[in-house]
């Protein structure tokens, strides 16, 4: 059985870090590109950032490029999300995917969504 399971949220103030981490079990996600997403209440899942992990290519949304940086170990087939300068607005439910086809900015092109790991940011 595939699996992505997220973990490292919780609660921290404003100009805090964190550090995300999607563990993969059930096979090994190292040619494919992977995805940090975040929901917010009442609103659609987005793109954080991304990683191809074959060549390590990267990509962040404009809203947290600088403070997030997304890495893999594809020794440990993990993928992390380094969250600094954290602000009120990244408060989200966080998750991690794998792209399977079409666009590679939009969540319905990812699956092997895991259950989310909880970001809460206090002012």
């Known amino acids: 059985q595939v699996q992505l399971v997220e973990s490292g949220g919780g609660l921290v103030q404003s100009g805090g870090s964190l550090r995300l981490s999607c563990a993969a079990s059930g096979r090994t996600f190292s040619n494919y590109r992977m995805g940090w997403f975040r929901q917010a209440p009442g609103e659609e899942r987005v793109l954080v950032a991304r990683?191809?992990?074959?060549?390590?290519?990267?990509y962040y949304a404009h809203s947290v490029k600088g403070r997030f940086t997304i890495s893999s170990d594809n020794a440990k087939n993990t993928v992390y999300l380094q969250m600094n300068s954290l602000k009120p607005e990244d408060t989200a439910v966080y998750y991690c995917a794998a792209h399977i086809q079409g666009d590679i900015n939009y969540y319905t092109s990812y699956a092997y969504w895991g259950q989310g790991t909880q970001v809460t940011v206090s002012s």
């Open positions: 990683i191809l992990r074959s060549t390590g290519d990267t």
